[in-house]
């Protein structure tokens, strides 16, 4: 009797450890409940400009945190701008915004890195790279920085018919790093997806205190399987006979809180089709990552982002506080005065 009821614990106890281990293991994106969805049936937090996070008050800076930590966060998709070293190695790519004197974020084969060892140590997270060809760079050039950073094993490449895999196939694949490209696509590097073959988007520039739109911005009035939804405001100001937009960490809260679930809403009726990358700026403030997860249609898993220390990164500081709005406003002076500098130099809805 004693070595039955030991055996039965025995047994009772592998089972629950498996059990466990295989909850574990279903964990797609952090939500076993995405594990069945189709690639194209998810929606995942987007930072927009994920690399124009430093230097701090810096023209065009879009983001609090660093790469590494937008990932440790839960940040699933990443736009990036490629462009020419200054240096004018041809053997990397350099990630910066309009131009590399204005954002300089440093080479692609570092950011690659951070992302191959986050993929490296966590099997069960799928990721997606949407890129501006900025610089109009051939493939080679993106497989060659891929290939160095050890990631194109991870690439995933489309099938013929153009269906998705689940999330599960893709993790069970070890295929789970997707990359659009918005020009230049061609078949040397198939991994390398034509954007608007697949996604369409909406409007990207949406001047403070303007309606969200909900249009088909590119390509120009045709639909696509997937889109991404565009929610990040600038102000505006004209200079040298430049319209200027300049990011408003000041307004994150209210813009990635409530009138991000206002913009889905509408873009949901509209279009009577989920949002896949729901691109944001300042992604730590506001509600991206709760709204994230109810499109999904899951429980947000309660885990909140990294807010940046005070005095660290462009906005720092909890917006809506006096604090914030003061790091805010010191912040786009020296925006603006950048800028100057440059211009004379040179389907149900969401109830959050």
Request: aromatic content about 8%; hydrophobic content about 35%; glycine content about 8%.
């Amino acid at each position: 009797m004693r070595s039955s009821l030991i055996l039965s614990l025995g047994a009772l106890l592998a089972t629950s450890l498996l059990m466990q281990a295989d909850a574990q293991q279903q964990l797609c994106n952090g939500y076993a409940e995405l594990c069945a969805k189709t690639y194209d049936q998810v929606a995942y937090a987007t930072a927009h400009n994920a690399y124009a996070y430093t230097p701090p008050g810096a023209l065009g800076t879009n983001q609090n945190n660093d790469i590494p930590t937008q990932l440790k966060d839960g940040i699933r998709a990443f736009m990036l701008d490629a462009y020419n070293p200054p240096s004018g190695d041809t053997s990397d790519i350099q990630l910066c915004h309009s131009t590399c004197s204005l954002v300089d974020a440093g080479p692609l084969s570092k950011t690659l890195g951070q992302l191959k060892a986050f993929m490296d140590a966590n099997p069960n997270e799928v990721i997606t790279i949407l890129w501006e060809n900025a610089a109009n760079l051939s493939p080679a050039r993106y497989q060659a920085v891929y290939t160095a950073a050890g990631l194109v094993p991870y690439s995933y490449t489309p099938t013929a018919n153009g269906a998705w895999p689940t999330l599960a196939e893709m993790i069970s694949s070890k295929k789970r790093l997707v990359s659009f490209i918005d020009n230049g696509a061609d078949a040397s590097v198939p991994w390398l997806m034509a954007e608007y073959d697949f996604v369409f988007e909406t409007p990207w520039s949406i001047p403070k205190d303007t309606p969200y739109p909900c249009t088909v911005d590119r390509p120009k009035d045709q639909r696509k399987p997937m889109y991404v939804l565009n929610h990040f405001i600038s102000g505006q100001f004209q200079s040298g006979g430049k319209t200027i937009d300049v990011p408003q960490p000041g307004a994150a809260e209210k813009t990635n809180g409530v009138d991000l679930t206002t913009h889905i809403n509408s873009c949901m009726t509209t279009f009577n089709q989920n949002p896949n990358f729901i691109a944001v700026d300042f992604y730590e403030k506001g509600t991206v990552l709760q709204t994230v997860a109810q499109v999904n249609g899951v429980q947000w898993n309660g885990k909140g982002p990294t807010q940046p220390k005070t005095g660290s990164g462009s906005g720092s500081g909890t917006g809506g506080t006096g604090t914030g709005n003061a790091a805010s406003q010191q912040m786009d002076k020296r925006v603006l005065g950048a800028i100057s500098a440059v211009i004379v130099g040179s389907i149900g809805l969401l109830t959050l």
